[in-house]
């Protein structure tokens, strides 16, 4: 079983790296597998270019670290992506891995199960959540557990017993939604919606300029 872990904030030893960094602990000790933790900041991941050849070819032109993170998370069983909240959104380096690893179209979350953090110090930990929550039911990903924590800025966030408590809790839920490995109907009827109305239509109807999305799709969609 692989884990991987992915840090969104560009600092790694902050609040979200800290909390990251904790969580490897428990799921090490209540999992038998293999865990990776990678902090974006360390990879070479280049902005989109919007050309979707990576949907025609399966991968993408920009000779960087987007393909890498892409075939992580599709060899992963389970994804614990953590960010730190910007103007009530996701971080920008989270952003661009998200639009160059192709997660959505190639359904590379699906039936994975997912452990979710955001961070924040005044407002808009909430909203980042909610682009999470988003991303996972579009990828066709199961939420195993989720945490948001309110945290001043350069604070450790382990040092308040309230916060280590609510993390030690949504681990535990994670390391047991990860053995049992079911998504619940709520999920599935959304992802249904999202993936047999929105997506596959549009993806058939491009024909050949989508050939690698269909590809991909015939490892995981049944």
Known sequence: MKIIMINGSPRKYGAT??????????LENQLSCE????????????????????????????????????????????????????????????KTCIDRAHIVMEQLLLNKQLFLITTYENAGGHQAMKVLNNLSIYAGASIGAKVII??????????????VKRIDKASEKY???????????KQKLLHAIVFNIGIKPFVIRQGE??????????????
């Open 35 to 94: 865990i990776n933790l990678i902090h974006l900041i360390d990879q070479n991941i280049q902005t989109c270019k919007g050309c979707s050849l990576c949907f025609k070819k399966g991968t993408c032109y920009l000779k960087d670290d987007g393909d890498k993170i892409s075939t992580l998370l599709h060899q992963a069983d389970g994804v614990v992506i953590a960010t730190p909240t910007y103007v009530s959104n996701i971080s920008g380096l989270l």
């Open 209 to 222: 300029r989508y050939q690698a999305v269909v590809n991909r799709w015939g490892d995981l969609i049944r």
């Open 150 to 163: 309110k945290n001043a800025f350069n604070k450790n966030p382990l040092t308040q017993s309230r916060i």
């Open 17 to 26: 790296a800290k909390t990251l960094e904790y969580v490897k602990q428990k």
């Open 175 to 185: 390391c047991k939604a990860v053995k049992r490995n079911r998504k619940s109907r």
